[in-house]
Structures are given as C-alpha cells and as structure tokens.
C-alpha cells in the first residue's frame, strides 16, 4: 500500500505565493520521480512539475520561473513553491508518488494519487 497526502492549498491573491507539501508512505519506489499536477475544471490533469530521485527536474512552461519543485528523499516528501501566482493557476493540486506496481481497471500502474488539494488566485 502507498499513501499519498498533501497539504497547503486555500485562496491567495495574485502575484501572491503559496506553498505545497506531499509525503508519500508505504510500499514507495524511492528512486521514482515524484511530481505535481493539476486540474482545472473542464480542463485536462497536467503536469506541473516533477523532481527525479537524483533532482532533476520538470516544469510545465507555464510556471517555469514562477514555480519550483523540491524534494526531501528521507521524509520521502515533495514540496511546490508557487510564486507570483496568477488566476490561470488555480486548479486542483495533486501529488504523484511511484511505487509498487499494481493492476487497476485502467491496467498496470505505478502510480499513486493524493486527494488533491484546492488552489484558488483572486483578482
């Protein structure tokens, strides 16, 4: 079993920053990727940032320079430092955790979900 939660998230004005934390537990894949999503409504989940166990990281253009990504491989945690923050990205927030690999209706995976969590920028 892995469990995926997160924390941060709420209502913040733009150009203001926010803060997001995910810790994964369980049957991880220490040297997976762990990344964050989102999904806006009406909109396809996409990715916003990844970080490899090595530190490499991904963003999605539209946070590059805005946004970055970290990890703490011993708390096996992931954080997303959002700055200057614009109404585009509010979304619901979801961390990404590999672990063990699982047949679902969907088929094999080694992917793990948090709940999410609500961002919302005000103008």
């Known amino acids: 079993q892995v469990r995926v939660v997160e924390s941060g998230g709420g209502v913040v004005q733009a150009g203001g920053s926010m803060r997001l934390s995910c810790t994964a537990s369980g049957s991880i894949n220490r040297d997976g990727a762990m990344g964050w999503y989102r999904q806006a409504p009406g909109k396809q989940r996409e990715l916003v940032a990844s970080?490899?166990?090595?530190?490499?990281?991904n963003y999605a253009d539209s946070v590059k320079g805005r946004f970055t990504i970290s990890r703490d491989s011993a708390k096996n945690t992931v954080y997303l430092q959002m700055n200057s923050l614009k109404p585009e990205d509010t979304a619901v927030y979801y961390c990404?955790?590999?672990?063990?690999?699982?047949?679902?209706?969907?088929?094999?995976?080694?992917?793990?979900w948090g709940q999410g969590t609500q961002v919302t920028i005000s103008s």
């Open positions: 970080i490899a166990s090595g530190g490499t990281t």
């Open positions: 990404n955790a590999k672990g063990q690999v699982r047949i679902t209706a969907r088929g094999v995976t080694s992917d793990y």
